[in-house]
């Protein structure tokens, strides 16, 4: 037996609380824990020792991409169990200089949005909702359609920045537009998004138009660095599923930014991933799909906002609701498989059902969660004691 075949075998009795199988590319089939198997993962060509020392992740990931792994059986079910154990993953962050390089300077930021968020406008209708909602929906109802969960989110959203007619509101990472038309439709606030996709802010402008609501709402193709110094002031600043983006190095010159263009006593809702314990990302996900992108914890930015006296009023998890969100993702990709296909190679395919899987079981063994936060800039004595009109419809 050869080094690469033991280390393997060695490295499954992490899992030997768990059933299921693991069939070798010789033939060769190991049985995992007492009970029936649930699933089998099939090995078609050799892991080596190296590559899963080096990443874990990494390693199966692209063995999947290249249909070097199979699974038989739920796949859901297989990652859940398999992410229960990610503490047991090794990741050697020094010996992937180019995937961990933390740069973060502006042209490389735009680069890595651009590199997910432009993939095509056409790619990403085929399973986001008609909202374009790249984000946490809000299943308020488990028959709740993905539609209505995000239209959900974004009222939800709407209602902890305590919005009024005539307010000014800001969207920091403004994607296709869906929270600022509803905030506009529904409040008549004078709201400006920005994004650094230019498929996000062409899409955006266009929706403008469409509802008229130019008198409204402003997209701007622009980084969020560039508010420090631009001047411009809001009563409020959302944003949601952009810190991701910033890195770790940036989060402190990020809420300098928000704190500079709010007004005293504006509120700011911060939503966005989080981690329980602060890491320099997984490096499977900062290959293939957010190059860059790094999750903060949720004690990093509560530590940071005290620094801008940024008061924190709520917290929420809402993990639960982005593990069901990625599920109906996965469903209508599924769905639209062949389509996806026709756009893409199978190598493609394969990846992006990899990350919205893997991604709903990391929600669901808490390897990653999802919070919402509600800052005010300074105290704020006028806002509800209770939250009660967060649920009044």
């Excluded at 390693?59 to 249909?67: C, Q, R, W």
């Amino acid at each position: 037996m050869n080094v690469d075949k033991i280390f393997l075998k060695t490295f499954l009795r992490n899992f030997e609380n768990e059933s299921f199988c693991v069939k070798f590319y010789d033939g060769d089939e190991v049985k995992v824990g007492n009970d029936d198997p649930q699933f089998k993962i099939i090995l078609n060509k050799p892991i080596s020792k190296k590559e899963i020392l080096t990443s874990t992740t990494l390693a199966f990931g692209e063995a999947y991409m290249n249909g070097d792994l199979e699974v038989e059986g739920d796949f859901l079910l297989m990652l859940n169990t398999v992410l229960k154990y990610k503490e047991k993953f090794t990741t050697d962050f020094k010996g992937l200089p180019r995937i961990f390089s933390n740069l973060t300077s502006a042209k490389k930021q735009k680069e890595e949005v651009t590199y997910h968020y432009d993939i095509g406008n056409d790619f990403y209708k085929l399973w986001l909702d008609k909202t374009f909602s790249y984000s946490c929906g809000y299943f308020k109802d488990e028959k709740d359609s993905l539609y209505q969960a995000q239209m959900n989110k974004i009222h939800h959203l709407l209602k902890k920045l305590n919005l009024s007619e005539g307010l000014s509101l800001l969207d920091i990472g403004c994607g296709w537009g869906a929270l600022l038309i509803e905030a506009a439709k529904q409040y008549k606030v004078k709201a400006l998004g920005i994004t650094l996709s230019t498929e996000q802010y062409t899409s955006f402008k266009q929706k403008i138009k469409e509802e008229s609501l130019q008198d409204y709402i402003e997209v701007k193709l622009m980084d969020y660095r560039e508010l420090e110094n631009s001047g411009l002031l809001f009563d409020r600043v959302v944003s949601v599923g952009m810190l991701e983006h910033v890195g770790r190095n940036n989060y402190d010159l990020f809420m300098r930014c928000v704190s500079k263009v709010l007004k005293k006593e504006g509120i700011f809702v911060l939503h966005y991933i989080s981690g329980l314990y602060e890491s320099e990302g997984d490096a499977w996900i900062k290959k293939y799909i957010f190059p860059g992108g790094v999750i903060p914890t949720l004690r990093e930015i509560i530590s940071l906002s005290a620094d801008y006296k940024f008061y924190t009023i709520d917290v929420e998890s809402l993990r639960m609701h982005y593990y069901k969100t990625l599920l109906k993702w996965a469903e209508n990709f599924e769905k639209n498989i062949d389509k996806v296909r026709d756009m893409f190679d199978e190598k493609f395919v394969r990846m992006w059902t990899m990350y919205l899987y893997s991604c709903a079981a990391c929600f669901y063994t808490g390897v990653i969660d999802l919070h919402q936060i509600v800052f005010t800039n300074g105290v704020n004595n006028f806002l509800s004691k209770t939250r009660d009109y967060l649920y009044k419809e």
